[in-house]
């Protein structure tokens, strides 16, 4: 009776076979090992395999270096290359089987269902996995869950998904070809995803592309600037289906844009500015969704809807976070108006609450704070940095240590503590010497001057001696953001200098200064620097007796500060009041007609119309 035949042998005497067949020419191409080994190797035996596999490589690599003669050398290298043809397929069978392997695991977790399977989808197709799922295992997870549901029709649950996810895919197909081309109709001076209504942006475009219902509806909404809130508060009869097939388009577009964007290798700093755009235009829309979520009368989709929003939003904002051009420092909101940012930040934070104390949290926290800063809210900008203060200092993120110094001391400069401002920024300053940290000391220096211009106005201290060492130290940290291209901390210096020079009853000097100040914040996208330079511009226009320009300059500070919520817009208020009582009604009115083209340019016609109700509103508060 013979001896069974083990595992080891059979797949020695595959390899030896795979071997003869290539010294006999009868192998045509890689694919057709992959295909034996495909057939012949058991799951779950790939240890036994590969053992044999290195057993023959060795053997023949040593007949190799030893055999001597001519014919039997030239067989053993050809023996030699085609067992390392077999090495490298199986190679690929393994990475292809692990994947697949993978695939089913994650197809089994939603399937089991435990706990909210939409969550758990939202969890495993997460971005930011080690190994995230491409478009192409979405679409095999898509056809392992359709198998699944019609084992059990009764999962309509999975086949909802696995319809939303095909749904999801064949949109991508029809809007890939058209990701980008919304950009070259449009000037580049004002790409962003704002801008006339239905004519600037990529929405139209893209609801003009897909079939789905659901998708064009939303894309029409934002294509109009109308509120997400409200579009996904009214969606009481939306279908998982329809909300993952959101979830794809959504990320597709966004992950595309962000691809595209960062490979503008002609213009690295314009595609860097595109690329934080985009992660925050998708983050807000995502809030936005999950507050109207959390708003629909349907309590079966209402929380697991709601959640699902904030999952995504925290998804793009993690990934965003561990980019090198993540803003530490501002800069992001050249495509936001200001009531689009009032309505949206206040929901951002809320799946931070979820999230564990990592590096990327403290980023997140640092651009909430800045941004709510930006709004005049002073005291929940307070709040979101000392938190990511304390958790980049445990994380070891110094730049974002030094980040966070430098905004709580503008934070404390906005509700007048300037001996604490001073305090921040100098601890900034030394932070950032002692890593190397060249952005963070420019806006160490920049808030170290900025805030010592504030304590001697604050003391109310005009002597030009008081305000040479702040001045020297602005004048540093404009050299050093001009020279690392900070738009920023230029803006802020600029800003001071201005401020200074206006305080001296130097109006002339400070125009020069505030004017450069207003360029490079429009520039770093900073609202609120913007808007304080505007106000004190209208007031050094107003000491040199211009006041068409002190009109002009006071009306879009004015405007600007308000639109964002910042109570500072009643400074340039109560300076148009003061002229508006000098020039009287009759003049001032006319002044303002003057400047009306100027202004509808910057702030569009509705921006006009609302100044004379600011005016209004001022006097009566």
Same mark, same amino acid.
């Given at each position: ?67 001597? /003669? ?33 695939? /089913? ?517």
């Amino acid at each position: 009776m013979s001896e069974p035949v083990t595992l080891r042998d059979r797949y020695l005497v595959l390899i030896d076979q795979i071997v003869q067949m290539t010294l006999k020419g009868q192998i045509r191409s890689k694919e057709q090992v992959y295909q034996m080994l495909m057939e012949a190797v058991s799951p779950g035996t790939g240890e036994i395999f590969e053992r044999c596999l290195g057993d023959r490589l060795v053997a023949t690599q040593r007949q190799t270096e030893t055999q001597m /003669d001519e014919l039997k050398h030239a067989k053993a290298t050809r023996g030699l290359r085609a067992l390392q043809t077999i090495q490298g397929e199986w190679e690929r069978w393994q990475t292809q089987n692990q994947a697949t392997e993978a695939l /089913d695991s994650v197809a089994q977790q939603i399937i089991r269902g435990e706990g909210d399977r939409l969550s758990t989808f939202l969890r495993i197709t997460d971005p930011n996995r080690d190994k995230a799922l491409s478009l192409a295992q979405w679409q095999q997870l898509a056809k392992k869950l359709q198998q699944a549901s019609m084992v059990d029709p009764s999962q309509t649950e999975i086949q909802q998904l696995a319809q939303g996810i095909l749904q999801g895919l064949e949109s991508w197909n029809r809007l890939e070809t058209h990701l980008v081309s919304w950009i070259y109709d449009q000037n580049r001076s004002q790409l962003g995803f704002e801008g006339i209504p239905g004519q600037h942006g990529p929405w139209a475009l893209w609801a003009a592309q897909v079939n789905s219902a659901v998708p064009r509806s939303l894309f029409q909404t934002l294509s109009l600037n109308q509120s997400v809130v409200e579009w996904a508060r009214q969606q009481s009869a939306l279908s998982l289906a329809d909300l993952v097939e959101l979830i794809g388009i959504l990320r597709c577009l966004q992950q595309g844009l962000v691809n595209w964007f960062d490979k503008l290798v002609y213009d690295s700093k314009v595609g860097a500015k595109l690329s934080i755009s985009t992660f925050i235009v998708f983050s807000v829309i995502w809030s936005q969704l999950a507050n109207g979520f959390s708003q629909i009368v349907t309590p079966s989709i209402r929380d697991s809807f709601m959640n699902a929003g904030f999952q995504m939003t925290l998804q793009i904002l993690r990934t965003f976070a561990q980019r090198e051009y993540f803003p530490l420092y501002g800069g992001i909101f050249a495509s936001f108006s200001g009531g689009y940012l009032r309505d949206a930040l206040s929901y951002l934070d809320e799946p931070l609450r979820q999230a564990e104390g990592t590096q990327e949290k403290a980023r997140i926290l640092t651009l909430l704070g800045y941004s709510v800063r930006a709004m005049g809210q002073a005291d929940r900008s307070d709040t979101f940095h000392q938190k990511a203060l304390e958790i980049a200092r445990v994380a070891g993120d110094t730049r974002c240590e030094a980040a966070n110094l430098n905004h709580l001391s503008r934070t404390c400069v906005i509700q007048a503590k300037y001996a604490e401002a001073i305090n921040y920024s100098q601890r900034a300053l030394i932070l950032s010497r002692q890593t190397g940290d060249r952005l963070g000391e420019a806006n160490a220096i920049a808030n170290l001057g900025y805030s010592e211009v504030f304590q001697a106005q604050q003391l109310e201290q005009a002597d030009p001696d008081v305000y040479e060492m702040a001045i020297d130290r602005l004048q540093q940290g404009l050299q050093l953001s001009e020279k690392l291209g900070d738009r920023q901390s230029q803006a802020l210096c600029l800003s001071s200098l201005g401020i200074a020079h206006v305080v001296l009853e130097q109006p002339q000097t400070a125009i020069a200064y505030l004017e450069g100040g207003v360029q490079a914040a429009q520039f770093s996208g900073d609202v609120y620097l913007q808007g304080l330079n505007l106000a004190y511009l209208s007031e050094a226009h107003h000491r040199l007796q211009e006041p068409a320009k002190a009109i002009y300059a006071g009306c879009l500070g004015m405007y600007l500060l308000e639109q964002i919520g910042s109570a500072s817009w009643r400074q340039p208020a109560g300076l148009l009041i003061v002229l508006r009582g000098q020039l009287g009604n009759n003049e001032f009115q006319e002044l303002l007609v003057q400047q009306r083209s100027a202004i509808v340019t910057a702030i569009g016609v509705d921006g006009y119309d609302h100044l004379p109700q600011l005016l209004n509103q001022y006097q009566q508060g």
